[in-house]
């Protein structure tokens, strides 16, 4: 479908977590992941606190419904400031220090003394019950092919556990992941459209990476803040992958166009009250859940005819939309009167019937209800779809949306507002020293495309340079090929060489790549330099460093003197004649023991031979 942005009013800017790869934040635990078994865990209730304004946040008031436990596995590298047992310790300056380039990368102003605050998170994924942030920067732009787009903030913030597994009323958490640091990256509303959101965020998401920062799935995240003119905001979280982001942007503004299109026009709505109704079912998943417990239960909707059934946009019906809230308490969806409901759930006309008397739907009336727990339906009903089907003559509500993998969204929690946010006491004020300020701002990574066009210019291809940054290997080229010169060679020992030698000592590529590291590669290419070695050995060497030879050993290569192996080759012509050339070369090679290269020794026998 083609969107037309700007009659719409589109507004949208983007905000970007990226992981950084340094210790964490506010304790000196290191930032590795375990896939090991805990050697702890921790149950926890949260509580609500208002914020800075004396207000309970809304955000946190909705989880706080869901009354849930929350359990934390920790090891040997988490402490006690994860368990929120021990205050914070002072800002990890490494982590500052990659934050800063970052804020210079984006042009940003740095703000040289700033508050860390505490955030108000709920989920459980924070012990604490806040998270940690800080604003450090600010006011910068980002180019891109349609102008510049502004960076409003970017802030230094701890990541939140890790979720393990979620239950109806039990949430477990890893702490591996808790108060590794992560910046964020907010922009201004300057977005076009959905392209130049993605444009945006690839833009953005280059200069992270030229920094030192965690690479791989789960390392960045991208959300992204929306509206059209009339319409709410909404943020829509969960790109793994910016790909599916400008679909996904299609379908949210269509969803909110369509809800401001139906406030448009005028509803009387009045909901009946709620009702359970036994019916005889024929499909499997429902007899399952009634014989679980599970009860039919739900209510008439007067003048909601056909409502339900309205496409907010093509394929999606605000049945759909509402279904969607209804899953955020556990009910896999809804069902309603502007379904197939012979078709669909195999209801007879009989049962039909049931569920209009018991519900008091006549005609011009809609019906919906849920298949499950009654208490937690009625629950659900009064807190959650009821507010939504009385406010139809609102536009879309303000809230946190999440991307599905059909690039359609679904309602995770309402819009978190200010009062979320508190100052965090125990820390000092963050002075930024114009020190470190200074160094970051002098020791700037190069962009990666800068990277690439120069490593292009020094004969690398396409395919190598693709290679050499996919397989994270553009550090250690970089440590050796400054020091030694001749790219090339350093680019093929280190993309090739080492999986063709793993290949053959029958090793691991990382144990081979342990064993020839940047020291030993420099060392190695040192002598090729020197002309102590020819580029043709380079194979011979470090396999034999693999097996254990030591470096200095190893490239201890004896010459054989071209004219010696010539002569060689002509006696052997001699007393062997009539053999093939590449029989000729096999026993040469035997003979000198590696001393000599195959292509020379080809080359004098073409000579012989004519
Ligand atoms: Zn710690």
Redesign the pocket.
Known sequence: MVVDYEKLGFKAGIEIHQQLDTG?L????PGVLRSDEPLFEVSRKLHLVSGESGEIDVAAKYQHLEDKTFVYQGND??????LDEEPPHKINQEALYIALQIGELLNCKIIPMAQVMRKTVINGSNTSGFQRTVMFARDGFVETSRGKVGISFILLEEDSARPVSREKDRVVYKLDRL?LPLVEVVTAPDIKDAAHAKETALKIGEILRSCKVRRGIGTIRQDINISVKGSNRVEIKGFQDPKIMELCVDNEILRQKGLLDLSKEIFKVKIGDIKEVSLAVELEWMKKAIKGGAKFVGCSVKGYEGLFGRELFSGYRLGTDLARYAKTRGFGGVIHSDEDLVGKYKFSSEDIARIKKEFGASSGDAFLMVLGDKVNAEKMFKEVLFPRMLKLNEPNSSEVRNCLPDATTEFLRPMPGSARMYPETDLEILHIHRDLINKAKKNLPELRSVVEARLKKEGLSEDMITILFKRDKFEDFKAISSVVGHPKVVGKILLLLTGEIAAKTDKDITEVEEILDVEVLTFVMEELVKGKIDEGDLKMILEKIVNGVSALEAVKVEKVDSSEIEGRIAVLIKDKPGLRPNAYMGIIMKEFDGKVQAGEVMKIIGKILG
Not at 77 to 82: A, D, K, M, Y
Request: charged share 15%.
């Open positions: 964490k506010f304790c000196n635990c590298t988490t402490c006690l400031v994860e108060g």
